[in-house]
């Protein structure tokens, strides 16, 4: 009888289990069905700056700063771009010319000197920067030659270049870097803003969105604004030439199509990764938080795309009389009481933000060794929830009875369903699933 009783109490148990793991948010049948839920790549030596899915190909390009990976959904290295002179950031990819389009930095101040450390070549002499130009489908080997021109290609990004160097005045002081402006990194194409469309389908045309970077200097007022870029996504190759070390070229249109400003108070190096999300019409910002105290120091933000850009004079900015600007989404998001700002206190996003669709993402999650200094990024899947306090949650795939079998073991002393070794197996399955054995 005691037996008997054991065993029950442990039914009971298990029983217990499967409750709780069916209590947990379920994914959908349709939902990414076919996504792992974490595509992790480690051994690197620099951070993750950029991830981009390709679901044509199934797999998952990433940037580690001086490095190009393409990886499997499994996190196994398929071809990569290696000693690339510079600081490659955010990524988007283009599914329909099947090109990667990144930020690349070559720059003369401490982010340039910690690449050149890396790759023990000479710093730089001048900032220059540049969209990448990555085909895809011609990269097929592990240390693939940065300079060969049939893979990677750049377009200078010549207003970013001359914002950098320019020097202007504020308050009597000058200061060096209009706009605080510190390079380029998050990138995204995505229809107009303004222009009607939400959907990529139902654009005219696709633009690709440059981000600046921003240096996070606390005793100056004219660098509190986000730097947007807009450039006709078709007509960049026509300005795009091969890399070659030690040179340098300023190929590139000579104004974006659109240059926006979007107040959120000052960030530390800006706009990490930009991302559009079709499925909710908005552009989302990834930063590494600010440090200004006016201001509530979100780690993302976001802006819609179907609002107009307006004309009207920037704050801390003297020496520009007026720009177009955008409002942040003023639903979403948590609002600061003091400025009216709106977003995130989200940790993760700044090394990597790819929207999938159907309101998954996938999100970058970087970390470092302490001990050995490597580095690595596990992309995991998430799903984009709305809530001002809770953006995102990490999918788990708890399909429930209809579509998984749980197993469950348990001691017993006594044979059951024909099971005779004492590690007995407990199943729950789903009536189209073969039938399975009892273990030991």
Known sequence: MKQVFDIFKRLAGAFALAAALLSMPAVPAHAGDNLPEHVFVGGQKQHVQGIAYDAEADCMYMSFTSRFLKVDMQGNILASIDRIQGHLGAMTFDPKDRKVYASLECKDDIIGQGIAKVLSVDVVKQSVFYIAIIDVDKLDKIGADPEDGEILKTVCVRDACADYDAKVNVGGTDLEHRFGCSGIDGVAIAPAVGGGATKFSDARKLYLYVAYGIYGDLA????????????????????????????????????????????????????????????????????????????????????????KPFKAALAGVPYFASATQLNLNDNLGVEDPATGIRGWRFKWGSTGLNPLGDGLWYISRNAKNKATGVQSCDAVLYRWTGVPETPFEEVRKYQGLLNNWFVFSFLADMPLGGCGSKERVFYLQAPSLPPVSCGG
């Open 220 to 307: 100056r007022k004219d660098n509190d604004y986000q730097v947007i870029l807009k450039y006709d996504l078709a007509s960049l190759a026509k300005w795009a030439k091969p890399v070659v070390f030690g040179q340098i070229h300023v190929s590139g249109p000579k104004k974006p199509a659109a240059k926006y400003f979007v107040y959120t108070g000052n960030t530390n190096w800006g706009v990490q990764n930009l991302a559009y999300d079709e499925s909710t019409g908005n552009f989302f910002m990834a930063v590494y938080k600010g440090k200004k105290p006016e201001y509530p120091n979100y780690d993302l933000y976001a802006f819609s795309i179907g609002q």
